[in-house]
Structure formats: C-alpha cells, structure tokens
C-alpha cells in the first residue's frame, strides 16, 4: 500500500531563517505530488505541483520554493522566512493516471511558527 | 477560473442530529468533486467523492450528491457522532484547466456536542 512522509511535524523558526520541509511517497512510482498551505481558520492554498522529477508548478509567486530530486521527495524550501509564512503545510500525491478523477492523500501535516 | 464556495462554520450539532453542510461551485467544465474531513492536527482524508452529475458518493454514512443544475455537492449525514466532530473541505477537480490539482473551499468546522 501507498504510505506518505512528512517531516517535520512541527517546527519554530526564527524570521529570515531557511526553510527545508521533505516529503517522501512509498508504494506508487511516478506520483503527482503537491505542496498546500493552510493558514489559521482557513482553506487550502495549492503553493506547488509537480508532475515529475524536476517539474514544478507554482501556484502563487511568493518567498517559498519546491523541488523534486527524485521521483517520490518533494522539497520546499525558502532562503529567508517571513512572519506570513507560518501556517500548516500540508503534502500530497494522486496518481498520475486519471489524475483528474483521483483525490489526493494528505500527509500530517507541518505545523510552521515564525517568530 | 473555478472556486469553491463552502457554508461558514463553525456548525453546532446534538449528537444523533441531521447534518447538512452546504457546497457549491463554479467550474469550466464538468468537474469531479471531492469532499475531505481534517481532524484536530491531521491531515486531510478524502472522505467520499462523485465523478459525474447525478452520482451519489457515500461513506460513513455521509452521502453527497453531484446536482449539475444547480452546481451543488452539499454533504449530509442522518445522525452524527461525537467522533464526527472535525474540518470538512468541498474541493473540485477541472480536466479542462489542465490544471492537475484539486481547488479547495473553506472548510466547515463540525462541533457534535453529547
């Protein structure tokens, strides 16, 4: 079966910090993959998707980026967090196939706090 | 572009009670439609989703039905548990964007109180 990894599960960082939060997918090959955000008391924003290796697709311009080095980890990264950064970010996949019948299979989430 | 649209919450429920939450959308095409459940610090569970106009999706006992006429999805539920309490998301997938990703609504937050 499919499994998703996400990691880390919470994290507080200061302003102008880096950022590097991985997510990897086991059981599938060639998955889509997605990077969400979630604001407090909001919805979901699509940051990034990716379609394959080194294929990303930005939703939003903004201070954050993504990468995908190998085929199920993705990446997203910033050179310098804001405070309007922090929110719960969430990784997803679908598969490829019929992608846009299948429904995406969330990780747990990362909880950011910058202060 | 395509959006959609979520009652606001937070909905307040008896345990046993009917739930309706409200969903409906704008969309180019012919959409898929989704619907998720959030528990507290969690991630997203797809909980039941309708491919085409008159399907009905169900799961758990939560049951929406694709109404194209009137661009609706709402969710329902004939009596709810504690242990339903939690963030439901309406979310559409349009093959005509070409845009391989899903779009999310709000969410509702679901309170079920004993």
């Known amino acids: 079966s499919q499994t998703i990894h996400q990691w880390p599960a919470t994290l507080v960082q200061p302003v102008g910090s880096p950022l590097s939060l991985e997510c990897t997918v086991e059981?599938?090959?060639?998955?889509?993959l997605y990077w969400y955000r979630q604001a407090a008391g909001r919805g979901l924003q699509l940051l990034f998707y990716?379609?394959?290796?080194?294929?990303i697709s930005s939703e939003v311009p903004q201070n954050l980026s993504a990468s995908r080095p190998q085929d199920r980890q993705f990446i997203l990264s910033s050179k310098k967090l804001l405070l309007s950064d922090s929110g719960f970010y969430l990784c997803?996949?679908?598969?490829?196939?019929?992608?846009?019948?299948?429904?995406?299979?969330f990780g747990n989430g990362t909880r950011l706090t910058v202060t | 572009g395509n959006s959609v649209t979520q009652m606001e919450g937070p909905v307040t429920l008896s345990e046993e009670a009917f739930l309706t939450i409200n969903c409906t959308y704008t969309?180019?095409?012919?959409?898929?439609l989704f619907w998720y459940v959030q528990y507290p610090g969690e991630g997203l569970q797809l909980l039941l989703k309708?491919?085409?106009?008159?399907d009905k999706g169900s799961n758990k006992g939560f049951e929406a039905t694709y109404r194209k006429e009137t661009t609706s999805f709402h969710l329902e539920k004939g009596s709810v548990q504690v242990s339903d309490s939690a963030v439901y998301f309406c979310?559409?997938?349009?093959?005509?964007?070409?845009?391989?990703?899903?779009?999310f609504g709000s969410g509702t937050r679901l309170q079920v109180q004993p």
């Open positions: 309708a491919t085409k106009a008159d």
């Open positions: 059981g599938t090959s060639n998955p889509n």
């Open positions: 997803a996949w679908s598969l490829t196939e019929r992608s846009y019948n299948s429904p995406l299979h």
């Open positions: 979310a559409l997938s349009d093959q005509r964007t070409g845009r391989r990703a899903l779009t």
């Open positions: 990716s379609v394959g290796i080194g294929q």
């Open positions: 969309a180019t095409g012919y959409p898929s």
